[in-house]
T-cell receptor, first 116, second 109 residues
C-alpha cells in the first residue's frame, strides 16, 4: 500500500512565476491536509479538503494561494506570483474517512519550494 | 492556537530518559506526536484521545492530562535513532492539527 505521494520533491521558481504542488493521498483516504514548514520552524496548517470540497482554509493566505481536491486525480496546492517568502517545505497529509477526530494523519515526503 | 512545547532542546546519552511536554490553553479532543528528522517528513508516533484511548506504533509512551490540557512524551532508554525534532499536534474537534514549535532531541553515543 503506497504511502502519501507528493511531487515534485523539489521545485525552483523565480519571483512572479506559479508553483503547483501535487499530493496523492493514501489509497482509501479521502481527507487531505496541507501544511507549510519554514526553515527551523514547526508545521503550520494551511487547508483541509475532502473530495471536491474545501472544509477549512483558515490557514491559507488570502491572496495568491488556492487548493483543490478534484473527484479524480491528486490534490493541488497552487501558488501564484510566488515571492521569496513562499520558500518553504510544503507537506501534505491524508487520513481515512471515518468522520471522527483523532485519526492519524500520514504525511508525504514534502515539496521543497525555493523562490529565487 | 499553537500549543507550547518544552523544552526546546535536549541532549541525551544513549540509555538516558527524557520527557517532552506539550500544553494547550484550549480544550482538546486529541494530541498527536510526531518525530521529524532533518529534511524528512514527520513520522507518526502516537495519538492520545480524550477519554484515555491511545494509538501508537512505537515503544515510546505518552500521557494526556485532560484537566490540564497537557500531554507528555516519555523517551525511555534512548537510542541513537531517537534523535530528531518532536512535534505535538493538538486537535480540538475539527480535525486540523495545530503544531508546537518542536523539541530537538540529540542522542549521543
Amino acid at each position: 500500500n503506497a504511502g502519501v505521494m507528493q511531487n515534485p520533491r523539489h521545485l525552483v521558481r523565480r519571483r512572479g512565476q506559479e508553483a503547483r504542488l501535487r499530493c496523492s493521498p493514501m489509497k482509501g483516504h479521502s481527507h487531505v491536509y496541507w501544511y507549510r514548514q519554514l526553515p527551523e520552524e514547526g508545521l503550520k496548517f494551511m487547508v483541509y479538503l475532502q473530495k471536491e470540497n474545501i472544509i477549512d482554509e483558515s490557514g491559507m493566505p488570502k491572496e495568491r494561494f488556492s487548493a483543490e481536491f478534484p473527484k479524480e486525480g491528486p490534490s493541488i496546492l497552487r501558488i501564484q506570483q510566488v515571492v521569496r517568502g513562499d520558500s518553504a517545505a510544503y507537506f501534505c497529509a491524508s487520513s481515512p474517512p471515518t468522520g471522527q477526530g483523532g485519526d492519524e494523519q500520514f504525511f508525504g515526503p514534502g515539496t521543497r519550494l525555493t523562490v529565487l | 492556537q499553537q500549543p507550547v512545547q518544552s523544552p526546546q532542546a535536549v541532549i541525551l546519552r544513549e540509555g538516558e530518559d527524557a520527557v517532552i511536554n506539550c500544553s494547550s490553553s484550549k480544550a482538546l479532543y486529541s494530541v498527536h506526536w510526531y518525530r521529524q528528522k532533518h529534511g524528512e517528513a514527520p513520522v507518526f508516533l502516537m495519538i492520545l484521545l480524550k477519554g484515555g484511548e491511545q494509538k501508537g506504533h512505537e515503544k515510546i509512551s505518552a500521557s494526556f492530562n485532560e484537566k490540564k490540557q497537557q500531554s507528555s512524551l516519555y523517551l525511555t532508554a534512548s537510542q541513537l535513532s531517537y534523535s530528531g525534532t518532536y512535534f505535538c499536534g493538538t486537535e480540538k474537534t475539527d480535525y486540523k492539527l495545530s503544531f508546537g514549535a518542536g523539541t530537538t532531541v540529540t542522542v549521543r553515543a
